[in-house]
């Protein structure tokens, strides 16, 4: 005789209603906790691409990439790990830039 592992539908049905009901009594209310959520403001989290930059600036976008491997340029950050993970600027840093650039020119 062979013993299946598998559940049946109305198993299947009970574990998943009382997981349910188990998540839900645990569940903390926000609203009860002391510690206030963390609110990041929209205009902070807009993060440039590549193109963005080079439009801004006025320069090709491979102009860019030239100068991360050269480690000149506006800084920037790699969202997440690899060589493949997308390149990003934040507006902060592209401002310090131009003004670092103007300074320099003086």
């Known amino acids: 005789m062979k013993i299946s592992n598998r559940l049946t539908a109305s198993s299947r049905i009970r574990s998943y209603q009382t997981d349910q009901v188990a998540a839900s009594s645990t569940k903390k209310n926000p609203?009860?906790?002391?510690?206030?959520?963390?609110m990041l403001r929209r205009?902070?989290?807009?993060?440039?691409?590549?193109?963005?930059v080079?439009?801004?600036l006025g320069v090709a976008p491979?102009?860019?990439?030239?100068?991360r491997?050269?480690?000149?340029?506006?800084?920037?950050?790699?969202?997440?790990?690899?060589?493949?993970?997308?390149i990003r600027y934040r507006p902060e840093?592209?401002?310090?830039?131009?003004?670092?650039?103007?300074?320099?020119?003086l």
Request: charged residues 20%.
């Open 31 to 38: 609203e009860a906790s002391s510690e206030a959520p963390v």
């Open 43 to 52: 205009e902070s989290l807009r993060l440039l691409t590549t193109e963005n």
């Open 54 to 56: 080079a439009e801004l």
């Open 62 to 67: 491979a102009t860019l990439i030239w100068w």
């Open 69 to 86: 491997s050269q480690k000149q340029g506006p800084n920037w950050l790699r969202l997440g790990r690899g060589t493949r993970a997308p």
């Open 93 to 105: 840093a592209i401002e310090a830039y131009i003004a670092q650039m103007e300074s320099a020119e």
